[in-house]
């Protein structure tokens, strides 16, 4: 199940990309699980990577490419992550860009590959191989939806969003996929998102754009704390609208604002739809001295199992909490200045319970699927915002069969 996440609406088609999608079996039986994405020349490309250090053979293969060439082409597949796999999943992820290269009539380093699904075994390059001649065969603009569904693992719903902006009075179009449900804790869980637009922009500030981006959104959510081998986010510009963005503009402002908000909604469908997930909680920290220690407090409760089983189970054991905030390490703390709230619903004040606060009360906000959980420290004038789940019965079955 998900919370509060929309059916997939009609993707746009970028000017610039094409793509096409397979069932390779790779291990869902017949369902497409893979993709290949490919832009036009002169197409400028961001990336931010996984910053676990088992990364997947694909993440190395990927950011070399990057390094090396002119991306022309993605060759995405789930069910298998190509983890753990040592000389061999390198290996295997070249041989896949090679594959694709043949058919595009492009070099192996212009093509950058990505795989989500399971560690640990041996990617079937074989089963791939079989099917790369009819996905290139069938590349087009209009099938962003089946990409969308091509790449999900434990997903439950397919994500995406398109929107279009106007830029001194032309549109350019930006439309972006994603997939993540489970082992998600970004450090830019297991997520991938691809996102592409229209408009002309080079590297450098593409690249900015994305890593600003990114913070707001990718790196703002976690179902688990566990931070995946895999996580890639994408941002391609083909350049083809014609509406070329320079910094420092209003442009840009404009531009990174709209990348923001398709990646706001990219990672809060995530969380929507986390592995098992039965609330969509959104973890708020204001007036703390600095963004560190606002986040710090943040996932402290994010991640706390007591917390996250008691929001499942819809019981306002409110001290569950205050005990994450008390031992979330910050210095100094006053505890008197500190106030706790769900909802708009005080809990804790002065160092305790707060005096208007009635079971009933906080019975009435844990009984809803979107809860805010908001501390504020009372100790200077940063804030942020954490977005999590709850910790329910169906997440320890997922993962506990997630091989079988």
């Not at 993540?180 to 900015?208: K, N, V, W």
């Not at 917390?307 to 979330?328: C, H, Q």
């Amino acid at each position: 199940m998900s919370v509060g996440l929309q059916e997939l609406s009609y993707l746009k088609p970028v000017a610039g990309i094409r793509l096409s999608t397979a069932a390779a079996n790779i291990c869902y039986k017949d369902r497409e699980d893979v993709v290949v994405i490919e832009c036009c020349e002169g197409t400028s490309c961001a990336g931010v990577f996984t910053q676990n250090a088992f990364c997947a053979a694909p993440v190395i293969i990927a950011r070399k490419h990057m390094s090396d060439a002119e991306p022309r082409a993605f060759i995405i597949n789930s069910g298998n992550a190509n983890a753990g796999t040592g000389n061999q999943g390198l290996q295997d992820a070249q041989q896949c860009c090679e594959l694709v290269a043949t058919e595009l009539g492009c070099d192996a380093a212009q093509v950058l590959p990505f795989s989500t699904g399971v560690i640990g075994q041996n990617l079937p390059v074989d089963r791939i191989q079989a099917v790369i001649p009819l996905v290139a065969s069938q590349l087009n603009d209009d099938a962003w939806n089946q990409a969308a569904q091509a790449i999900m693992t434990t997903d439950t719903m397919a994500k995406g969003k398109s929107l279009s902006l106007n830029l001194g009075g032309k549109d350019i179009a930006i439309t972006g996929i994603a997939k993540g449900s489970g082992m998600i804790r970004p450090d830019m869980a297991t997520l991938l998102s691809f996102i592409a637009t229209d408009a002309a922009i080079d590297d450098e500030l593409l690249q900015a754009c994305l890593n600003s981006a990114v913070e707001k959104s990718f790196n703002r959510i976690t179902v688990d704390g566990d931070t995946s081998t895999n996580d890639s986010c994408m941002l391609l510009a083909t350049g083809r609208s014609g509406v070329n963005i320079q910094q420092g503009s209003e442009d840009y402002l404009q531009f990174e604002q709209a990348i923001t908000e398709v990646c706001i909604y990219l990672a809060q469908s995530m969380i929507r739809d986390g592995e098992g997930a039965t609330k969509f909680i959104s973890v708020i920290v204001e007036q703390g001295k600095d963004c560190r220690e606002c986040l710090d407090v943040a996932y402290t409760i994010a991640h706390s199992p007591l917390v996250k089983t008691a929001f499942f189970a819809s019981d306002p054991n409110w001290g569950r909490i205050l005990a994450a905030v008390g031992r979330s390490g910050l210095q100094g703390m006053v505890l008197e200045d500190i106030s706790i709230y769900l909802d708009d619903t005080c809990i804790v004040e002065n160092g305790g319970v707060a005096g208007s606060y009635t079971e009933a009360q906080g019975q009435a906000v844990m009984d809803k699927e979107e809860i805010t959980i908001r501390v504020v420290l009372g100790r200077g004038q940063e804030n942020e915002c954490v977005w999590t789940t709850d910790l329910s019965y169906d997440y320890v079955k997922i993962n506990a069969e997630y091989r079988t």
